[in-house]
């Protein structure tokens, strides 16, 4: 696919490809700085997500997705959500990403000195809407998790 904005980059598909991009990354901004309206520029109204592997509950629509992550990053310290190695593959109006992700949690109050990470992949299928890409199916798969995340974060993961 081909766009008028496309023409002027060496790289077929790279502005979408860029654009989505932007969407996931958008998503650890918000979440590392609390910015809890930033996550309409990136989940769908009706999108759907799992925390912690592709078996995990499904949380439907973005005001409860925003609520469970706010049910574990409200109750902890600084955070910082890193995310690299992207793979995007687009086809018309619909797009997957795959992208690595390495998460700090850092406790608050008595449980300051204490820390929570985990390491995971971030697997993502997002439709593009009149607003941009935004992601409609996300997963989150850890692989490894190190710290205290009763202490941290209450029980679950960011």
Known sequence: MTS????????PGKP???????????????????????????FAPDAVARYGGSAAPAVRGR?????MIRS????????????????IDIEGDIATSICKARVLHIGTGEHSHI????????????TRSAQGWRIA????????????????LGGGAG
């Open 16 to 42: 979408d490809r860029d654009a989505v991009a932007d969407t996931v990354n958008r998503y650890t901004y918000a979440l590392d700085e609390r910015d809890w309206g930033l996550l309409d520029e990136v």
């Open 72 to 87: 574990f990053l409200d109750r902890c310290g600084p955070s910082q959500h890193l995310l690299g190695n992207h793979v």
């Open 137 to 152: 199916e996300r997963t989150f798969v850890i692989d490894i998790e190190l710290g205290d995340r009763n202490a941290v």
């Open 63 to 67: 005001a409860d997705i925003v609520a």
């Open 115 to 126: 820390t929570y990470e985990c390491v995971g992949v971030y697997r993502d299928r997002l």
């Open 4 to 11: 008028s904005s496309e023409s002027t980059n060496s790289e």
